[in-house]
Every structure is written in C-alpha cells, then in structure tokens.
C-alpha cells in the first residue's frame, strides 16, 4: 500500500493483559515514529526509529513500554500489564530521513481500550 | 524544552468566514513548522509547513507565515466551507541534536455551519 498502516484497528483488553501494536511504515522510510493521543495528554511523543541507530526512547512514559523495529522496517509496540491510563489511540508515522523539515505521513491509528 | 500553545477550540464559523487559529510556540535554535490536520474518521494529515523564518505555507487556502520575531505560526483562512470542520494541531520540529519528533499543539476543534 502507499500509506502507512497499522494493526489491529482496535483493540480491547483487560487490565494486567499485555498487547502488541503493528506498524508498516510507508516503503523506503528511514524514519519511523509512536505517538500516542489521548483525552487528557494530547498528542505525545513515545519513541523514534532512524536507520541503523539506537532508538531515542525519550518518550517512552514508564518501562511497561517498548518498541522494536525489524529490518529497518515493520515496527512493534508493545505495552506489558496494561493500566487503564494506557487508554489512548497509538499513532505511527514514518519519513523518508529524519531531517527537521520532512513531512511525518501517520497512520491511522490503533484505539487501545484497557478494561 | 519545546511547547506549543494554540487557540482553545472550539471554534464554530459560518461558512465563508475568516478563519484564524493562534499558534505560538518555545524552541531553541530554527525549528521547522507544521499545521496539521485531522479530519472526522480520518488520520493526521499535513496541511502545511514552513522551515525558516518568513517562510509562508499555504495549502487549500489555508496559510501560515514562519514570525521568528512573534515566535507564531496562526493559520488563516479567508473563506472557510463546511468540508474544513476539522481538528486542527500546530507543531513543530527541532533542528537541533538528534531530536527528530514532533511535539504538538493540544487542537483546536473547528466547525464550519453552512
């Protein structure tokens, strides 16, 4: 596809449950983002892929959260023993380099609902 | 470190009003600017950008001029339709270091009446 997706769409679980979030960043991107967007944060910055290097996880609000990204590409968010405070929608983008000026393309999100 | 502060929404218009939304942001060093854009249903979509100082971006009507001096980025649009109800998210991008991520505006929530 030429845009970026993720996966699931929604995602509904309990308390305590752990969950996996997918990203596919648009093909050739060096650059892959998590944000997150929720009611009483906005929208928040999470971690940041570019290339080869080590991750800036600046972002990330507590060691229940971590991301991965395989081959340079698809990319795996992943939050353990979720609260409900974890409820938000968890956005990707991707860029073609990092540069300041380039445009981020988003996805259109994953709704995480924790019970 | 970074912020931006924009207009609180919601902000209702009729159709063919002008259209202004209030960015101002903090930053060190030249940072690039975004508006974007979330339309109902829909994901963040860029509506415009600049990357320097009195650099303007426009885009469906929409325009916004880099002030470095005002530290702003307002949107403006002359003649707002009803297909603009949107939600609207100034932001913008450090030059400096290895930071490359966004950091984002609350919204500002706009609805266009025919």
């Known amino acids: 596809g030429a845009g970026v997706s993720q996966s699931p769409s929604n995602k509904v679980t309990e308390k305590g449950k752990d969950v996996e979030l997918r990203c596919d960043p648009i093909s050739g991107h060096t650059a892959l983002y998590w944000y997150r967007q929720s009611l009483g944060q906005g929208l928040e910055f999470l971690i940041y892929?570019?290339?080869?290097?080590?991750?800036?996880k600046s972002g990330l609000p507590s060691d229940r959260f971590s991301a991965e990204r395989t081959g340079g590409s698809v990319s795996t968010l992943t939050i353990q023993r979720t609260q409900q405070e974890d409820s938000a929608v968890y956005l990707c983008?991707?860029?073609?380099?990092?540069?300041?000026?380039?445009?981020?393309?988003f996805g259109p999100g994953t709704r995480l609902t924790v019970l | 470190g970074n912020s931006v502060t924009q207009m609180e929404g919601p902000v209702t218009l009729s159709e063919e009003a002008f259209l202004t939304i209030n960015c101002t942001y903090t930053a060190t060093g030249y940072p690039s600017l975004f508006w974007y854009v979330q339309y109902p249903g829909e994901g963040l979509q860029l509506l415009l950008k600049?990357?320097?100082?009195?650099d303007k971006g426009s885009n469906k009507g929409f325009e916004a001029t880099y002030r470095k001096e005002t530290t702003s980025f307002h949107l403006e649009k002359g003649s707002v339709q009803v297909s603009d109800s949107a939600v609207y998210f100034c932001?913008?991008?450090?030059?400096?270091?290895?930071?490359?991520?966004?950091?984002f505006g609350s919204g500002t929530q706009l609805t266009v009446l025919p």
């Open positions: 892929f570019q290339g080869n290097s080590a991750p800036d």
């Open positions: 983008a991707s860029s073609l380099v990092g540069l300041a000026g380039d445009e981020q393309f």
């Open positions: 600049a990357t320097k100082a009195d």
């Open positions: 932001a913008l991008r450090s030059d400096l270091g290895s930071a490359r991520q966004l950091t």
